[in-house]
Nanobody
Framework: QVQLVESGGGSVQVGGSLRLSCAAS?????MGWFRQAPGKEREGVAA???????SYADYVEGRVTISQDKAKNTVYLQMNSLKPEDTATYYC??????????????????WGQGTQVTVSS
């Protein structure tokens, strides 16, 4: 059983930055960030595997950076140049098995509670 504890959400103005953190209680193969806006489906944002392989969604590439601190078993999502359309609940996810598509929510078997990110103009 893996528990995920997220932190770092909040409210920012357009163009601002936020860093989300997700600490895992056990070993994971891959960890990712997903987001869900009201009335929309959950979508992948970025993911990082234990070997350092990284995937970014096209709509955030260049504005977000995912990184990991293996010693702390923590993954970070640095988000810059935030836009109103980035407003959503952001979820950390972890998989304890090999992942084929790192940005597919179906690949993950553990989820955090979510943290709200609100970008206002």
């Amino acid at each position: 059983q893996v528990q995920l504890v997220e932190s770092g959400g909040g409210s920012v103005q357009v163009g601002g930055s936020l860093r989300l953190s997700c600490a895992a209680s056990g070993h994971t193969y891959c960890m990712g960030w997903f987001r869900q806006a009201p009335g929309k489906e959950r979508e992948g944002v970025a993911a990082i595997a234990s070997d350092g392989s990284i995937s970014y969604a096209d709509y955030v590439e260049g504005r977000v950076t995912i990184s990991q601190d293996k010693a702390k078993n923590t993954v970070y999502l640095q988000m810059n140049s935030l836009k109103p359309e980035d407003t959503a609940t952001y979820y950390c996810a972890a998989s304890t098995r090999w992942v084929r598509n790192r940005l597919s929510s179906d690949e993950y078997n553990y989820w955090g509670q979510g943290t709200q990110v609100t970008v206002s103009s």
